[in-house]
């Protein structure tokens, strides 16, 4: 079988190939059976992928990872065709007419001081935009379910803040954080699993909030946790194996210590020569 339309642009031809896979005579089997709802996970996976290759600082993977996430949104595209919702024209041309609408400092009269006061007026375009559309009566209902739960609090906190319900200073959400710490502790005491549940979920997200209030991604930074917990336990591994020991064999606090270990061995390598 030859490469539809391989003639024609790149973005064309994405086009052409995802219309043949579809196309119910000689497509694939596979993605004829697909639907939005089966192919959403996909492309929440691909998002993530896409991230982690940027927080690896693997660019070369990066160009493929976000081939990966633009088929995601021809797939979605196609299928919206087929059932004629709209296409993939439809797609790049709401967008074009969204960044065009949310920066009248670039494409229109207005100006912007500063990244804070464009971030204001950013909320203040999106909040008339969800008021014309009559997505909702609460401010929060299209920040999306989907979303991982930290980015979601973080979004829910962000919004909330819009309308002047935040803490005015980082400071005072520090004081909740410890606040919530004393109940986590409270309900530990308790032996009531489910309270203690709750009040986990309390101190993650006040501590999400505090992160909001420093600027900080708590997302990407609890990423780099992960990170970070994954390479000084390898270090634990490596040194373990090297020693012909298993972790059997080892106690807590010897664990401890090569986890230390690798700490001051990368506090070393950041050190400049």
């Not at 490469?3 to 596979?30: F, Q, V, Y």
């Not at 971030?119 to 989907?146: F, H, Y």
């Not at 270090?235 to 010897?254: N, P, Q």
């Given at each position: 079988?030859?490469d539809p339309?391989?003639?024609?642009?790149?973005?064309?031809?994405?086009?052409?190939?995802?219309?043949?896979?579809?196309?119910?005579?000689?497509g694939?089997?596979w993605?004829?059976?697909q639907?939005?709802?089966?192919?959403?996970?996909?492309?929440?996976?691909?998002a993530?992928?896409?991230?982690d290759?940027?927080?690896?600082?693997r660019?070369d993977?990066?160009?493929?990872?976000?081939?990966?996430?633009?088929l995601?949104?021809?797939?979605?595209?196609?299928?919206?065709?087929?059932?004629?919702?709209f296409?993939f024209?439809?797609?790049?041309?709401?967008?074009n007419?969204?960044?065009?609408r949310?920066h009248?400092?670039?494409?229109?009269?207005?100006?912007?001081?500063d990244?804070?006061?464009q971030?204001?007026?950013?909320?203040?375009i999106k909040?008339?935009?969800?008021?014309?559309s009559?997505?909702?009566?609460?401010?929060?209902?299209?920040?999306?379910?989907?979303?991982?739960?930290?980015?979601?609090?973080?979004k829910?906190?962000?919004?909330?803040?819009?309308v002047?319900?935040?803490?005015?200073?980082?400071?005072?959400v520090?004081d909740?954080v410890?606040?919530e710490l004393a109940?986590v502790?409270?309900a530990?005491a308790s032996?009531?699993?489910d309270?203690?549940?709750?009040?986990?979920?309390?101190?993650?997200?006040?501590?999400?909030?505090?992160?909001?209030?420093?600027?900080?991604?708590?997302?990407?930074?609890?990423?780099?946790?992960?990170?970070?917990?994954?390479?000084?336990?390898?270090?634990?591994?490596?040194?373990?194996?090297?020693?012909?020991?298993?972790f059997?064999?080892?106690?807590?606090a010897?664990?401890?210590?090569l986890?230390?270990?690798?700490?001051?061995?990368?506090k070393a390598?950041?050190?400049p020569?």
């Amino acid at each position: 079988m030859s490469d539809p339309s391989e003639n024609t642009s790149p973005i064309e031809r994405l086009r052409a190939i995802m219309a043949k896979l579809r196309d119910p005579n000689g497509g694939c089997p596979w993605d004829l059976e697909q639907d939005f709802r089966s192919i959403a996970p996909y492309t929440i996976e691909e998002a993530y992928e896409v991230a982690d290759a940027i927080e690896r600082e693997r660019y070369d993977e990066l160009k493929d990872e976000l081939g990966d996430l633009l088929l995601q949104v021809i797939f979605h595209s196609q299928m919206a065709q087929e059932a004629e919702l709209f296409d993939f024209d439809d797609v790049v041309q709401a967008i074009n007419d969204k960044m065009i609408r949310r920066h009248p400092h670039v494409f229109g009269d207005a100006s912007s001081r500063d990244a804070d006061t464009q971030t204001l007026e950013w909320e203040a375009i999106k909040a008339a935009e969800r008021k014309a559309s009559d997505k909702g009566e609460s401010l929060l209902d299209d920040v999306p379910v989907a979303l991982p739960a930290i980015k979601r609090a973080q979004k829910l906190q962000k919004r909330a803040a819009t309308v002047g319900f935040d803490w005015p200073t980082a400071e005072q959400v520090l004081d909740k954080v410890d606040e919530e710490l004393a109940e986590v502790r409270e309900a530990m005491a308790s032996g009531d699993i489910d309270a203690v549940a709750e009040e986990i979920g309390d101190l993650v997200f006040v501590s999400t909030n505090l992160g909001r209030k420093m600027k900080v991604d708590v997302e990407a930074a609890t990423r780099a946790a992960n990170t970070k917990f994954e390479r000084r336990f390898r270090h634990i591994e490596v040194s373990l194996a090297a020693g012909g020991r298993k972790f059997a064999d080892t106690s807590l606090a010897e664990m401890e210590g090569l986890w230390d270990e690798a700490k001051t061995l990368e506090k070393a390598a950041r050190q400049p020569v």
